[in-house]
């Protein structure tokens, strides 16, 4: 029995908070009353097994991803797997580059297996799940910087799209970064698809060896990191408008790559102040008017 995990109806009434260790997840659902009350315990009831799922195969999960080889037994590590192998052959990436957005779908799933609901999201510290039934649509609120209220627009996302999942990933985060963007927000078919491309586009957005640009090896702020040795930003020094857009540069190629192959369908950039959008013919339009309504769900 999970003792840890805290579970609890927000103020508003609407929303569902749940925490355990370093999972921290809001929960919305909408349709018939009798529904959504199904729909959140059945999602309690799957989350408080996620860590200890988790922790069973930690090993593993922290190992570089390969293209073939073991297959993991738990169903949000085999997701987290999935996410991250299309890059395994060109980049150092392991599967937890994928964890948080791969909760956020297992607990989703848990949600609509068994109930009827217009419209859910689960929400993993900024990694979104979304369920769409036919003619309803979220839209979501985009930040500049994860470590602080900034945002710059929001992105509409309509039951025919493919996308169902969104991240956020950058050096401001709560997780470490390779490289120097302050947010890469991506939009995929799922949420551990962007998660894991999130991390591989924001990695991108570097300057190499740059001198303001502080940095320390991963295993000294985290012991267990699963970058080892690999030096993860810690600070970024104000940037000459010229070094900014080269950054940007090199994380849109990587990002423009991505979605020609079909692994993402859109991203926003940003570094110090500036923001390069792109987006897959046919997707909605990624960034909208820029408002200042606070109860968007926020990534």
Known sequence: MNYRAQIRMLPDKRRLHMHDGPIDVIVEAFGEVSEIALAYRAVAARFVEVLDELCGELEFLRRPACEDGHIPSGAIARRMLAAVRPY???????????????????????MISTTSLS?????????????????????????ERPDRASLFGTTT?????????????????????????????????????????????????????????????????????????????????????????????????VAESLCSSGLIRAAALSLQGETRVIGAEGC?????????????IHA
């Open 88 to 110: 395994a052959s060109q980049t150092f990436i392991t599967p937890m580059a994928a964890v948080a957005g791969a909760v956020a779908e297992e607990l989703l799933e848990a």
């Open 119 to 143: 419209r859910a999201y689960v929400n993993d510290g900024g990694d979104i799940a979304f369920h769409l039934q036919p003619r309803k649509m979220f839209v979501v609120g985009m930040v």
């Open 157 to 253: 996302i309509k039951f025919g799209d493919p996308m169902r999942g969104i991240a956020t990933s950058g050096w401001r985060g709560r997780s470490f970064s390779l490289g120097i963007a302050d947010a890469v927000t991506v939009l995929a078919d799922t949420a551990a698809m962007a998660d894991a491309a999130a991390t591989v586009v924001a990695n991108a957005v570097d300057l190499p060896g740059h001198p303001r640009v502080g940095r320390i090896p991963a295993c000294e702020l985290a012991p267990d990191s699963d970058l080892g040795k690999r030096l993860v930003t810690q600070s970024v020094g104000v940037l000459a408008p010229n070094e900014v857009r080269n950054a940007l540069v090199a994380g849109v190629r």
């Open 284 to 296: 909605s339009q990624l960034v909208d008017i820029p408002v200042l309504d606070r109860s968007l």
